[in-house]
């Protein structure tokens, strides 16, 4: 009994630690990554790529928006329910059936997540030409490679993309009065 009380300690540990989407997945309060939400607002290069009109691209947005708001309530369940779990592992006499329970039903409201992203795809992919929806597969295709670009980029085997941070993954801003991005060390020999 011990021995299962530590394992959902663990288990449970780790999925506090995870967030609703995974390892290093940051959330703005809409429950998407700020970033994706800028990449949405700004789709200027997707729209020439795909050949996208102004009409289909405003409702992906209003798609997106609608998935986002309808996903509210399940992300609270989730905060709500990471939070119990939190205190029921610090108590002093952890309950391993609640702390069980509670992993059973963050995993459960995080697969909905999942099943209603799946949803957002398919309605989304409606509103595509056969020709857009060929030139989305390839962009899947793409993404699947993007982390190995990043790790061969870092390993100086490909040069960096157009507009990345070298070596950060971040996106460089305008050197004009801000600073840029860079990982730890000295900066470069051009700018000692």
Known sequence: MKRL???LCVLAGSLLAQ?????GFRRNGMGQRPQMMQQAANADALKQYLGLTDAQ???????RK???????????QIRDKREQLREAVRAASPD????????VDI???????????TGLEAKAQALLTPDQKTKIAALAEAQKLMSAARQ??????????????EGSGMMARPRAGR??????????ADRQ
């Open 96 to 103: 391993s059936a609640l702390i069980g329970q509670l992993t």
């Open 152 to 165: 061969a980029t870092a390993l100086g085997l490909l040069a960096p993309a157009a507009g990345m941070e």
């Open 179 to 188: 600073m840029m991005m860079r990982p730890n060390g000295p900066p470069p």
């Open 57 to 63: 691209v405003q409702q992906l947005k209003d798609l």
């Open 5 to 7: 009380a530590v394992m």
């Open 107 to 117: 995993k459960n409201l995080t697969e909905t997540l999942r099943t209603n992203r």
């Open 66 to 76: 609608q998935q986002a708001e309808s996903q509210w309530p399940t992300m609270q």
């Open 19 to 23: 967030g609703p989407g995974g390892p």
